[in-house]
């Protein structure tokens, strides 16, 4: 059957599957056996071990993606390809994990010769599967069914409806066992330090900050001309103002600097001390503060930099709005 002959247009093919695969997955949550969701679940849950994934195929993606899913929500897992497993890979398969299988027909040999070695070990089985009565189904402790009524193409072969209903039935475990374990946002950025959640809950000002030489600090006793200095060669927008035991009184911008010889008609006094010229309610941080806090306290106070103190006041760094951009650390 051409596709002519079902759809007048490439649009309304496209629509007809999106509907076919969302019925499938609303079929999925009306039809969700909670007694056997619940005992996948806690079965997962007593694992001592790797949850052990597997499935070839379509289905071997699908699975692939969802040992990914486990693995970065919390619950450490792994995808065994069966062919690989059946060429020794399947020792890494010990008597602490659970085996969570999934195939479409149920009848997959390279995943059903598998489970020998599993059953020996006394591996719980969870099956993933579209036929309740297939020998993968018989030989499960939990079967969680996906069944379609077909697939989305218009030759109802190509696994389309019955891959996106594994999917979601593999995600729906992973979320469910977020649940129980309390996963947090910041257990989610720990195990993505390089995304964006992870940079926004995990990076502090301590990683970025400018300290030692490159931390722009003057007395305030110091004069005007010192204070540009460090603005010009620190080139960092702002300078940490000290008094004599090296606490923070006050800080002074570029943008001060600009208003001061706007105001003075570029007639002023450089030996004058800085004290003269300095904010002296200066916005500031501390190590331990989040990047993103940074950013917020810079965009509500339209200020490119902030002094780092220490628990005694000190300036032990500078952090700019640069450095925080540069790693994608945004509000």
């Not at 496209?14 to 005992?39: I, K, M, P, W």
């Not at 849950?45 to 699975?63: D, E, N, Q």
């Not at 950025?189 to 030489?213: C, E, F, K, Q, W």
Request: hydrophobic content about 45%; glycine content about 8%.
């Amino acid at each position: 059957m051409s596709d002519d002959s079902r759809w007048a247009s490439d649009a309304e093919a496209g629509r007809a599957v999106l509907r076919r695969e969302a019925e499938a997955v609303q079929r999925l949550a009306e039809e969700l056996d909670a007694a056997a969701f619940g005992r996948a679940i806690d079965a997962i849950m007593a694992c001592k071990g790797l949850v052990v994934v597997t499935g070839i195929g379509k289905s071997g993606h699908i699975a692939a993606k969802v040992s990914a899913t486990l693995a970065s929500t919390g619950t450490p897992s792994f995808y065994l390809h069966p062919a690989e497993a059946l060429h020794g890979d399947q020792g890494a398969i010990t008597a602490q994990s659970v085996l969570l299988a999934f195939s479409q027909s149920g009848a997959t040999d390279e995943v059903l010769a598998i489970l020998p070695y599993a059953k020996r070990l006394g591996v719980p089985l969870i099956a993933i599967t579209g036929k309740g009565g297939s020998p993968l189904a018989e030989q499960a402790d939990v079967v969680l069914h996906t069944p379609v009524p077909s697939e989305a193409d218009p030759l109802n072969l190509a696994p389309t409806a019955s891959t996106v209903a594994q999917l979601a039935m593999g995600d729906a475990v992973a979320v469910a066992l977020m649940r129980r374990r309390g996963f947090t946002p910041e257990d989610f950025a720990i195990r993505h330090p390089l995304g964006a959640l992870g940079r926004r809950l995990l990076v502090r000002v301590s990683d970025l900050m400018n300290t030692g030489a490159r931390n722009p600090v003057v007395r305030e006793d110091a004069p005007l001309s010192e204070a540009i200095r460090e603005l010009t060669h620190k080139r960092l927008g702002a300078v940490s103002i000290v008094d004599e035991s090296g606490a923070l009184v006050g800080v002074f911008t570029d943008g001060d600097l600009g208003r001061l010889f706007f105001k003075l008609q570029g007639v002023f006094d450089t030996n004058s001390p800085i004290r003269d010229y300095m904010i002296r309610t200066p916005k500031y941080v501390t190590p331990e503060t989040l990047g993103v806090k940074a950013v917020d306290l810079m965009e509500t106070y339209k200020i490119t930099a902030l002094p780092v103190l220490d628990a005694e006041r000190h300036p032990v760094g500078m952090i700019h709005e640069h450095d925080l951009i540069r790693l994608g650390i945004t509000t």
